[in-house]
Each structure stands twice: as structure tokens, then as C-alpha cells.
């Protein structure tokens, strides 16, 4: 199947500082990416849809302000968390579409703790 | 809107038992459909998809999941069950075609017993 990486694995930051989460489609090219976030013990909570080219669309709910997604290339999608703060510590994935099957393949996840 | 329900929040199977995970979905036309897994602190691994065709769908690790049209259900199921496949099994629902946005169910944790 299609490989998607994340970078990092975890991070560990400061409350007020920014962090940034990398996802890489590794043997295909993604024109659509997508960002969750998963609480513990609970299901994927999808945060927005990234579109290489053009401006990611937000879910209801979700601070477009705070959570950056930049989509620069058809491998590369960010997600920078601005101004951290402890509630926004969570275990954040991303995902791929790939364009030869249509079925979404998933990073590893990026665990955040904010301090 | 779309919507997928997982009854079963935790099973418990023996080794070697056999194994049905249940999906029911909720849309207007056939939606693609997805099982996923995830190990702990782990990303998730597609399992299985069902875009048309053949309602029985093969997929990895030895697992088969069945799309029931009349049922609007999608079952995952595994004959045998091995220790290493104690973790979380989430099913997804997508609108066919076209912009895909998908939608997770609560999940089912599994846990398999010696």
C-alpha cells in the first residue's frame, strides 16, 4: 500500500510557542491531504482538508487562526500549531488520498504534549 | 450527512476463535467504505475498501468484510484470530466519487486472550 510519513513522532513544547507537524506522501502524489486529531479513547476528529495549491477548508469549529495548513507541494502538507497551550496537547494524524485507489493512507501520528 | 456506527465498543476473542467486528453506515446512495486498524500510539492501516462490485471485499492479514446493501451494514470479519491482532478497528464511510470526505466510526477495541 501507499506509504505517508509524519515528523516528529512527538514533540514536547512550551506553552505560547509555535510547532510545526510534517506529512509526506512517500511513493505517491497527493493533491488531497487531510488533518485529524484524536483524542484518547476516542475516534478521528477531522480538523480540515488540505488541497495542494489553494487554501485549506476548515471544519466547523476548528480555528483556521491557530491550526496553519500549508499544502506547497503534491507530497508535502503542514500543520503549525500557533500559540500552543495544553489543551491543544493531542495525538495529531494526517492523511493521504491517493489518487490511484481513492482510499485515504495515514501518517503515524504526531503526539503533542504542551506544557 | 453521513454517519457510521461501531455497536461494539470492546470484544474480547480467544485465539484462534473467529471474529465479527459490525459496521452499520448511514447515507442516501452506496458509499465507498473503509475498515481501518490502529495499534497503540500507532497511525492507521487501511484494512480493507469497497468501491462497487463484488460485496465480499479480501483484504489484508486475512481479513473480509461484507457490504449488505438491504442491511446498510459492513461487517469485518477473520476466520482465526491471532494475538497480534489485538487493537482498535475503526470503519469509515465516504460519498462515492468525487471530493472525499470521510467519516470514522467510534471504533471497537479488541482484545484477544490466549
Known amino acids: 500500500g501507499a506509504v505517508v510519513s509524519q515528523h516528529p513522532s512527538w514533540v514536547i513544547c512550551k506553552s505560547g510557542t509555535s510547532v510545526k507537524i510534517e506529512c509526506r506522501s512517500l511513493?505517491?502524489?497527493?493533491?488531497?491531504m487531510f488533518w485529524y486529531r484524536q483524542f484518547p479513547k476516542q475516534s478521528l476528529m477531522l480538523m480540515a482538508t488540505?488541497?495542494?495549491?489553494?487554501?485549506?477548508?476548515?471544519e466547523q469549529g476548528v480555528e483556521k487562526d491557530k491550526f496553519l495548513i500549508n499544502h506547497a507541494s503534491l507530497t508535502l502538507s503542514t500543520l503549525t500549531v500557533t500559540s500552543a497551550h495544553p489543551e491543544d496537547s493531542s495525538f495529531y494524524i494526517c492523511?493521504?488520498?491517493?489518487?490511484?485507489?481513492?482510499?485515504?493512507?495515514f501518517g503515524p501520528g504526531t503526539r503533542l504534549t504542551v506544557l | 450527512a453521513q454517519s457510521v456506527t461501531q455497536p461494539d465498543i470492546h470484544i474480547t476473542v480467544s485465539e484462534g476463535a473467529s471474529l465479527e467486528l459490525r459496521c452499520n453506515y448511514s447515507?442516501?446512495?452506496?458509499?465507498?467504505l473503509f475498515w481501518y486498524v490502529q495499534s497503540p500510539g500507532q497511525g492507521l492501516q487501511l484494512l480493507l475498501k469497497?468501491?462497487?462490485?463484488?460485496?465480499l471485499v479480501q483484504g489484508i492479514k486475512g481479513f473480509e468484510a461484507e457490504f449488505k446493501r438491504s442491511q446498510s451494514s459492513f461487517n469485518l470479519r477473520k476466520p482465526s484470530v491471532h494475538w497480534s491482532d489485538a487493537a482498535e478497528y475503526f470503519c469509515a464511510v465516504a460519498p462515492s466519487g468525487g471530493y472525499q470526505k470521510v467519516t470514522f466510526g467510534i471504533g471497537t477495541k479488541l482484545q484477544v486472550i490466549p
Open positions: 488540505s488541497n495542494e495549491g489553494s487554501k485549506a477548508t476548515y
Open positions: 447515507y442516501g446512495a452506496t458509499p465507498y
Open positions: 511513493d505517491f502524489q497527493a493533491t488531497t
Open positions: 492523511s493521504a488520498r491517493d489518487p490511484r485507489d481513492l482510499a485515504q493512507y
Open positions: 469497497y468501491f462497487s462490485g463484488d460485496t
